[in-house]
Structures are given as C-alpha cells and as structure tokens.
C-alpha cells in the first residue's frame, strides 16, 4: 500500500502510555502535540510522517486493533489475554515488567493443593478461568471485581485473588502473599491483521526499529 495512508495508533492510557512515548521518540516518532498537558483532543496527528495516535483506555485497545480502527496498539499482555481478541502480538516492548499471579493468606495454600472449591475474585476472570479449568483442572468460583481486588480476601468475599504484582507491596501490606505465578507479564505491541498485510513494509520497519532501541 502506498504510504500516503495514516497509520493509526491507539496506546493503553496510564503507565505505560508514558514510556511507549518515550521509546517511540527515541526512533524518530515524535508527537509534540500530545504533550501538551492541558489539551483535550483525543486524537494527535504526525503529518509528516503520516501518524495518528490515541489514547484509549487499556481494555479498548486491543479492540481498535482487531476492528481496524487503529493499526497499531500498545497495551500490556493481562489486557491481551483477557480480551482474547483476533490480533496479532509481534513484539515485547520489556517495560511494565509483573506478573500475573494466584494471591491470598497463607493459609489458603492448603486449599489451592487439595483442589477445594474455592472462591477466586479477580478483575480478569478470562485468566483466571483458563489457569483454574484448563491448566490446573480445578473447579472455582470466579467472583469479577473492578479494582482493589486485595481486599477480596481480607473482608471474606473469596479465598484468593487472581491479580497483577509488580513490587508486591500491596500484597505485603495487606498480609497477602504469592501462592502461584500465572504468567510474566509486560507492555506488547499488537498489529490489525489485515494491516500486517496491506502496511507490512511501514510495520515491519517500524518494528525493527523498535528493537534496534528496547533492551
Ligand atoms: C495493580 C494490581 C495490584 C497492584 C500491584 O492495581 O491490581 O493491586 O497494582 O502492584 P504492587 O505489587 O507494586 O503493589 P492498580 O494500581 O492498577 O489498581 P486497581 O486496584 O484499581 O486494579
């Protein structure tokens, strides 16, 4: 495809948005215009190099990207899986490094070993599905929550939690721990599949480029 086209962007907002702007600045790809704290606009053009880019929130991404409404994403693996959404991950960006793990007292150890029934809550209930059902073959109850799923155990709505740790201070400080680790997780980078093929010159050079500057 010729390369007067746009190719759109949408990044996760929050955490990660911040790096992935950083990095991309560090191969040529600059948006002064999205700097601007004060501004509004939810969409930022690179006219020169033909560049669209939005932020959306973290969940949404992976849906632009498979309906073709943004080329390009940039969101992180938990997203990736929860969604389960027809794209493609072509490259670990090695930034918002934590994983995702099975969390609870100490004592729901034992519970975990013998198979009990047990109640998990969690913000992610795709994962935490696939991890009880598919590979461990453990019937539970998966209770979805929206945020402060630490407190899940502590106040009696489930035994453990299935969440992210990063420095695992949330968990200390609420007299959680580790009982299993899911998966390592970490910021990816996802491509529309039909702008793979139509792009693919643009795309490819833009992630080698990418790798050329990631540690
Ligand atoms: C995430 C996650 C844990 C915490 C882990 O929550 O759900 O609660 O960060 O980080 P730590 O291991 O460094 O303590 P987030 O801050 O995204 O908010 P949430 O509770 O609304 O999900």
Redesign the pocket.
């Known amino acids: 495809m010729s390369d007067d086209r746009y190719l759109t962007f949408a990044l996760g907002k929050g ?1 990660l948005a911040k790096k992935t702007l950083q990095l991309f600045e560090q191969i040529g790809i600059t948006c002064e215009e999205m700097k601007d704290p004060d501004t509004r606009k939810l969409i930022f053009v690179n006219e020169e190099l033909k560049l669209r880019f939005f932020l959306a929130k973290g969940p949404d991404v992976p849906t632009y990207v498979e309906y073709g409404a943004a080329d390009i994403g940039v969101v992180g693996k938990d997203t990736i899986l929860e969604e389960g959404r027809n794209i493609y991950e072509v490259l670990d960006l090695g930034f918002g490094k ?1 994983r995702m793990c099975i969390c609870g007292p100490e004592s729901a150890r034992e519970l975990l070993q013998h198979h009990e029934q047990i109640r998990v809550a969690t ?1 992610y209930p795709h994962i935490a599905k696939d991890y009880f059902y598919n590979k461990k073959h453990q019937t539970v109850e998966i209770i979805k929550l ?5 407190l899940a155990p502590i106040v009696g709505l489930s035994e453990v939690i299935c ?11 609420n007299g959680l721990t580790v009982l299993e680790e899911v998966c390592p997780l970490s910021a990816r980078v996802v491509v529309n599949q039909v702008s793979m093929k139509m792009d693919n010159e643009r795309i490819t050079r833009l992630i080698s480029d990418l790798k050329t500057v990631i540690k």
């Not at 929206?146 to 630490?150: A, D, M, Q, V």
């Not at 969440?163 to 400080?173: A, Q, Y």
């Open positions: 955490r934590c913000k929206n945020g402060s799923i630490e969440d992210i740790v990063e420095t695992g201070t949330t968990l200390k400080e």
